[in-house]
């Protein structure tokens, strides 16, 4: 039988309620880091330019520490989250819809910008002879990435409406990996034509990055719900309130949040919920895209 004097069995006490401590305070330093990622829908360093001032925004109100980490992938930002690599992603509609199903229903969108109610995909092309979706037939056409709400499965949820089935009535049909890559591909010659989300080629456009009198639209989606900001449904309910309250609060008339909102293409952030994409879902469904 071991027995301590009671010095030492002091001494040893103190020691483990030291560790103790230590390894809670380590726990609650990394409860406290608050992991975004976003769909790469454009470039690393643009997501990375738009991010920043809203990852301060949200540190100071959430008191979080905010790390953005961009994603080789669609599929990755969804499968970062579901696994727990990630706390918050910026999901297109069918990205959110795909993570959604992935997790049997365990993820929750929070807030989405006012113009993703009713968000809209444009069709690009130089082609002097195109001017409506059935003049693409035999033609050869960009989407941007597989996984793309307003890139693709929208784009081609309205070709079939229009009775042109893309992976058959067109001469080659590419994915691009992003909108920005969608206008490039159609501004160089590569492809007859493209489709991308309206927001960004009305950035492009404003920015002087593309020419809309060599690049046209011919062609404007109706409406349809798009991107969310999105969070496991395990989230602390209090974190999960925090961010949501700072993304609500965010206002134009104020510089800081004037930058943050021009910088997200947004006129303000509103409630959302996963009933909203119950049509992106079908539409996925009906195109066979989503497994």
Sequence with gaps: MIRLSLPKFSTLLASVLATA???????AHAQQVLRVSAIPDESPTELQRKFKPLGDYLAQKTGMKVEFTPVTDYAASVEGLIT????MVWFGGFTFVQANVRSGGKVVPLVQREEDEK???VFIT????????EDLKSKTFSFGSESSTSGHLMPR????????????????????GAHDATVAAVAGGKVDAGALNISVW????EGKKVDPAKVRVFYTTPGY?????????DMNPEIRKKITDAFLALNADT???????????ATRFIPTRAENYKDIEAAARNAGLLK
């Design 202 to 205: 009305e950035k492009l456009v």
């Design 84 to 87: 727990n690599k990630l706390d």
């Design 126 to 133: 130089t082609n002097a002879s195109i001017h409506k979706l």
């Design 21 to 27: 401590v230590i390894g809670a305070t380590g726990m």
């Design 255 to 265: 510089p800081e949040g004037k930058q943050i909102l021009e910088l997200q293409r």
């Design 157 to 176: 949820y309205f070709l079939l409406a229009a009775k042109l089935n893309p992976d058959t009535d067109m001469k080659r049909i590419a994915f691009s």
């Design 225 to 233: 719900y798009d991107y969310n900001w999105s969070v496991r449904a």
């Design 119 to 121: 968000f809209r995909s």
